[in-house]
């Protein structure tokens, strides 16, 4: 069974302060389905995995390494961030993405670190019914 998040896409504009251009960032992602194994889903669980990635020429990640866990695929966080943009930002920023994922919760946070840029969501785990918003959220 997979875990699912609830997928999500936003796109994140804000000018950087105390230059004198001020330059626009824009930072386009997708919040994305990840999964752990039935164990790792069944234990007494709680962590936080992190990433590094560069931001290339063309504004995509590339993909650097694992800085903090293991319990989620690298191919599957590639994966992920494959059609984000980070717009006006320098070439070769450091992108760091963390997953905190809390033992009979499920997902709870999915935060976006830059040196110009930080994004902190949070999954509350509540649910609506309400058939004229279109079903189960």
């Known amino acids: 069974m997979k875990i699912r998040l609830i997928a999500v896409c936003a796109i994140l504009v804000f000018a950087v302060s105390g230059s004198p251009a001020q330059t626009k960032k824009t930072v386009q992602f997708t919040v994305c389905e990840l999964t752990l194994s ?62 905190g994922w809390e033992h009979g919760v499920g997902w709870t946070q999915m935060e976006i670190q830059t040196k110009l840029f930080s994004q902190k969501i949070s999954f509350t785990g509540k649910s609506t019914t309400d058939e004229s918003e279109g079903g189960t959220y």
């Open 38 to 99: 039935e164990n790792q889903k069944q234990a007494n669980l709680s962590f936080t995995d992190g990433f590094v990635f560069m931001v290339n020429s063309n504004g995509s990640l590339d993909y650097v390494g694992r800085n903090i866990g293991n319990h989620v695929s690298e191919d599957e966080v590639r994966s992920c961030v494959t059609d984000w943009k980070f717009s006006g930002f320098p070439t070769q920023s450091k992108v760091r993405l963390y997953f």
